[in-house]
């Protein structure tokens, strides 16, 4: 059975780090009490915002990994950042982006590929936004 702490704990960390970094703010936030996790979700447009977004989180966060995610849909391309809060609290932030073959020309549908932060800036800076 969860406990109320078991809720809290995890939102009162994400809470604090909100208060401390300028990040995007998450327009849903799911918490996985049994894998201590919480799963962050972005509302930001196009390829250039969405990496911007993530490259504050990343650089917020401890053991920073970067992954691209076609859905079965094939239509969309999530882009997600785990890492680490203070805590060990493990958390995933991710915001979709449409799919473009030109962007994303080695990703199938249903296929994940891990990513650099290094492809993220590139994104963000080049203000590139997908089709």
């Not at 109320?4 to 960390?13: D, F, G, H, S, V």
């Not at 932030?93 to 799919?99: E, R, T």
């Not at 073959?101 to 891990?114: E, I, K, S, V, Y």
Request: net charge negative; proline share 6%.
């Amino acid at each position: 059975m969860t406990t109320t702490y078991e809720i809290l704990a995890p939102m009162r960390a994400v809470m604090a780090h909100l208060e401390r970094h300028d990040l995007a703010a998450p327009v849903g936030i799911n918490i996985a009490t049994y894998g201590r996790s919480v799963t962050i979700h972005l509302q930001a447009t196009g390829l250039g915002d969405v990496c911007a977004a993530l490259l504050c989180w990343a650089r917020s966060l401890a053991d920073v990994t970067v992954e691209a995610w076609r859905p079965p849909t094939g239509d969309s391309v999530h882009l997600n950042v785990a890492g680490r809060l203070p805590t060990g609290l493990l958390v995933h932030v991710y915001a979709g982006v449409p799919f473009d073959a030109a962007t994303f020309p080695d990703l199938p549908t249903g296929a994940r590929h891990d990513l650099s932060v290094t492809v993220l800036h590139v994104w963000a800076s080049s203000g590139e936004v997908a089709a």
